[in-house]
């Protein structure tokens, strides 16, 4: 697939260099230090290059993988993504993330991910990723014993959320079906509410979350 | 050991029964229906009797299982837990849970948890089994497949919390050691929160949380 990345954090950092290992092409993009997109784009192999937030957004995937106030100039200044697959991993989190100070950015009445879609109607966005942290998207393997943590994902698309489990799968993960995009809601609480709890419970980050199912 | 369940609802119920199955002594009380908590008594087995909500204040162990609002109520009439452990899976979540409508009950400056630690001083405070649902608990098996769900722990008292340990096991789940109560801030938020996703994603009941470690 070709794929687009639009934020060059740990993130989309991470992914990029999975899906590019996985033999994607991949466009990095969006980081303040050109230097450092030249650099993550060489080590990540030759399936993957540095580009402008338009040369992503010409790619037919798209990962966004910005911060949450980051997101209105970035769809603003990308042009069409009409008919492209939009994978937000965007959370409701803020910036300095310690597990007691924060509160939760939704209050179920919406979500990050639907006001993208809001944004961008004639796209097919996909929420996920934002279950795991850029720490085990980093490491070696996202294998834990021989388990794999899930990633759940969610979007009104069928073909695009097929798209998207497989990407899930060239990760390492485990890709579980959530729903419609409506489910964004409760999966972005549920992910705040994750990495809240992994960091004052001190689990923080050698921890995956896998759901079991019967 | 001996165990006194405050609170006869689905959950109170289902622990009570799996302990009383793994040999425990347990005092089944707190009902509005006398009948019904005799009869879940006699269903549970030799070693399980219904009795006074101060016959199970008098165990070695108190499971608090009641919902929110009949917490205060509770304490004041349950004379003293002075050294008793007490486990609470008392959860912020109201009691019409649906997916959409339902906010979280904390704000990540105090928990359920740390309330009742507040009001019994002397008592030995654990909160656990709130990121599990009471159809797993009345289910035949805890295991889905290979794997059994986590149940994540919290207290002060390290004594306390390796009991509890071993009653999370008896139950056929997999005991995750949180922290100190502190963590119940965030691991409330995080069971409210996956019940909502659950819930939404259409993904309850059948569903574990298993959180992966390396």
Redesign the interface.
Known sequence: MNIGIIGAGNMGAGLGRLWAKAGHQVVFSYSRDEEKLHKLATSAGVTAKAGTLQDAAAQDIILLAVWLPALEEVLQGVGSLDGKIVITCVSGLQPDFT??????AT??KTSVAETIQQLIPNAKVVEAFNSTFAEIIASESRQ????F?SI?Y?GNDIEAKQIVANLIEDCGYEP?D??NL??A???E??A???V??A?????FP?????????
Chains 1, 2 share one sequence.
Request: aromatic share 10%; net charge positive; hydrophobic share 45%.
């Open positions: 597990g007691q100070t924060i509160g939760l209050d179920l834990f014993g021989s388990d943590p759940f969610c579980v959530a729903g409506l489910v809601r409760t999966l609480t549920l705040t509410a994750w809240q709890f960091v004052s419970s001190h689990l050698n921890l995956g979350l896998k759901a079991l199912r019967r």
